[in-house]
């Protein structure tokens, strides 16, 4: 069945420094491609989302691009600030149903200090 | 704010006992999702509803079940409770089909059993 692996964390950093937090997908067809963000005691926020190859997703500095050649879907933010302190999961749905569930990875903790 | 509303936040109950869970979907969203969350499972997904009838069931244990009101506000409930079923528990929402497959994520249910 699809699947979602992404690396495991927690991912410490430095305020300014760059991020990449990387994910990989397994799936039959063709998924559109998504993160989720989860701050402390709080639901998941749409972070970005593609739903093609070469598709590249943005927003607030995060960006990611739909890689079909190497199913993947990494996560990238040039300087990353303590607010972005969370956890990120990237998500996978198929593309074209009606409406299907989301397959999440494990979550990636990002912890980033001043 | 997603517009998603899940009630109540916190459920402390026993064993054995039964709860119910509430969903308020966006305004608009004809299509409820359940997912559960947990230390060692991580998200999973449960069941999906579309505009009243049941659309996918994901690892929805036979003591758990949902329904789709004609308002679209989505109940799931737990019976027979176990240890183990202490997790949060969130709702989504997306709009439907041709319309947006985006899910927005409420703030989830917070559930101890004890």
């Known amino acids: 069945g699809d699947s979602v692996t992404q690396m495991e964390g927690p991912v410490t950093l430095s305020e300014e420094a760059f991020l990449t937090i990387n994910c990989t997908y397994t799936?039959?067809?063709?998924?559109?491609l998504f993160w989720y963000v989860q701050y402390p005691g709080e639901g998941l926020q749409l972070l970005l989302k593609?739903?093609?190859?070469?598709d590249k997703g943005s927003n607030k500095g995060f960006e990611a691009t739909y890689r079909k050649e190497t199913t993947s879907f990494h996560l990238e933010k040039g300087s990353v600030q303590v607010s972005d302190s969370a956890v990120y999961f990237c998500?996978?749905?198929?593309?074209?149903?009606?409406?299907?569930?989301?397959?999440f990875g494990k979550g990636t903790t990002l912890s980033v200090s001043s | 704010d997603s517009g998603v509303t899940q009630t109540p936040k916190h459920l402390i109950t026993a064993t054995g006992q039964r709860v119910t869970l509430r969903c308020s979907p966006r305004?608009?969203?004809?299509?409820v999702y359940w997912y559960q969350q947990s230390l060692d499972q991580g998200l999973q997904f449960l069941i999906q509803?579309?505009?009243?009838?049941?659309?996918a069931k994901g690892n929805i244990l036979e003591r758990f079940s949902a329904q789709q009101f004609p308002d679209l506000h989505s109940e799931l409930n737990l019976s027979s409770l176990e240890l183990g079923d202490s997790a949060l528990y969130f709702c989504?929402?997306?709009?439907?089909?041709?319309?947006?497959?985006?899910?927005?994520f409420g703030p989830g249910t917070r559930l101890t059993v004890t």
């Open positions: 799936a039959t067809g063709y998924p559109s």
């Open positions: 509803y579309y505009n009243g009838e049941e659309r």
């Open positions: 998500a996978l749905s198929d593309q074209g149903q009606a409406g299907t569930a989301l397959i």
């Open positions: 593609a739903t093609k190859a070469d």
């Open positions: 989504a929402s997306s709009a439907g089909p041709g319309k947006g497959y985006e899910q927005y």
């Open positions: 305004s608009g969203d004809l299509s």
